[in-house]
């Protein structure tokens, strides 16, 4: 040690003795970085791959559906089309065609009515009125709309139409379907009506506005995301029933698309891809465009609440 330099002492000389016992060994730092990066790269194949299947096999029905009515001669395959208008033109030439998609819109604007007007009542008087049993009533009125079903109710259904005058008509279809449909439309309807805050109704009750005011500028206002999704539900159930109009409804000319879709096929029973791909495709529109509508204006929610 040179005369002028500090002294170093045991705690200053101990780290500098020690160091090189506890430094640690790490690993190649371009060999790490090249394993997670293909190990990245890998994973974003995979799930890629995965998507790309899953797009494709639910993709190619509908692709076939948009290119099969302008197809001269469809197939099952799915392949470039010989372009034509005539399957729109032989369609037309069936006398059922138009009248069974005025037939749809009629039971199912009827059905989606009577189901929403009717959830929405019984919704909020289950919400608001504290009735002995009330989960339990829900719960078994779901349960019993999933297992018993319209297929399996369908003779006693069809005993009471005929009691009640019922059959051939669309009043029949629309209140089978209807009821059908209320119980799981009730149960989705409460969870909006118990989102809403009450003090909002306190306050218009203090002003004198009647249960049924109440209901209508108040309520319905605040739980429209509900109703929408109710009603487009109600709307897809009904366009695609088939069994109950079959049953009930006797006449050609008040049968729906669903039952006259059933009726284009050879007398061999061979389906004419051409006439049922293009009806399907004007079958499938008006529920597609009425989707697209209340999805953007509304959104699809089958839950409620608003923040408070």
């Known amino acids: 040690m040179t005369r002028g330099e500090p002294e170093e002492s045991a705690e ?23 394993t997670a990066m293909t190990r990245h790269v890998l994973g974003t194949i995979g799930r890629a791959t995965f998507l790309a299947v899953v797009l494709g096999f639910f993709s190619l029905p509908l692709l076939w559906l948009a290119s099969a009515p302008f197809d001269a001669h469809p197939s099952i ?26 037939n749809s819109l009629l039971q199912a604007a009827g059905s989606a009515v009577l189901v929403v007007v009717l959830a929405a009542l019984a919704a909020y008087a289950l919400s608001r009125v504290r009735v002995p049993g009330r989960d339990a009533l829900l719960y078994v009125l779901l349960l019993l709309s999933s297992v018993v079903t319209g297929t399996a109710a369908m003779v006693p259904l069809f005993e009471l139409a005929t009691r009640l005058n019922l059959i051939d008509t669309h009043l029949g279809v629309v209140l089978t379907l209807s009821g059908g449909l209320l119980p799981a439309a009730i149960f989705i309807l409460k969870d909006f009506m118990d989102g809403t805050p009450t003090s909002y109704e306190e306050s218009a009750r203090v002003f004198g506005a009647s249960p049924l005011q109440i209901l209508r500028h108040i309520v319905i206002p605040l739980v429209r995301p509900g109703l929408a999704t109710i009603a487009v539900w109600a709307v897809a159930n009904v366009w695609g029933s088939f069994l109950q109009p079959f049953i009930l409804l006797r006449d050609p000319d008040k049968a729906p698309g669903a039952v006259i879709l059933y009726t284009l096929y050879t007398e061999g029973g061979a389906p004419r891809l051409d006439l049922i791909s293009t009806f399907s495709l004007l079958y499938s529109l008006p529920v597609v465009v009425m989707y697209v509508f209340v999805s953007r204006r509304y959104g699809f929610r089958f839950h409620g609440g608003i923040k408070r």
């Not at 395959?77 to 005025?102: A, I, K, W």
């Open 12 to 34: 200053t000389r101990r780290p500098k003795r020690d160091e090189g016992r506890h430094r640690r060994v790490e690993p190649p730092a371009g060999r790490a970085g090249g």
């Open 77 to 102: 395959t799915t392949s470039l089309p010989e372009f034509t208008f005539g399957n729109f033109r032989s369609l037309l030439d069936n006398p059922y065609v138009v009248s069974s998609l005025r």
